[in-house]
């Protein structure tokens, strides 16, 4: 409880059910809606999956340096900096990122023999914004 009787709220990361309804801005290849969208989702996976396998220390040295904030619009840019640090080690960071965008977005997590960070984004943002699973 808080001071004054009210109840302290706890924020919730967005689900697909806040994407919705969204429409698939085809020009730009993105969702568009007025709520929480696709990318903030996905940052906040980034931010999550980064400060869960370096701790927090680690996530903003990595943020900083490798100039990670904003580049989820770019996935493929983003794998290569991961990459060009973690080597091998950024395809373990990639996967925890991913599994837990779609485990927020209520999407079928599936990993194959072989992993595409930027597929896998594509894919999300395609099922999320078609409202599927």
Not at 35 to 63: A, T
Not at 84 to 89: D, I, L
């Amino acid at each position: 409880m808080m001071p004054g009787g009210g109840r302290e709220t706890v924020a919730r990361p967005p689900t697909l059910a806040k994407l919705t309804p969204t429409r698939l801005d085809t020009s730009r290849g993105e969702p568009a809606n007025r709520g929480p969208e696709f990318y903030d989702i996905l940052q906040s996976c980034v931010h999550d999956g980064l400060k869960n396998v370096l701790g927090e220390i680690g996530m903003n040295v990595v943020l900083f340096h490798l100039k990670l904030d904003g580049l989820v619009r770019e996935p493929k840019e983003f794998h290569e900096r991961l990459r060009s640090v973690f080597k091998e080690g950024g395809l373990t960071l990639e996967k925890v990122i991913a599994k837990d965008l779609y485990r927020r977005l209520g999407l079928s997590y599936e990993e194959g023999k072989t992993f595409d960070f930027e597929g896998w984004v594509a894919r999300a943002m395609r099922e999320a914004s078609a409202g599927g699973r």
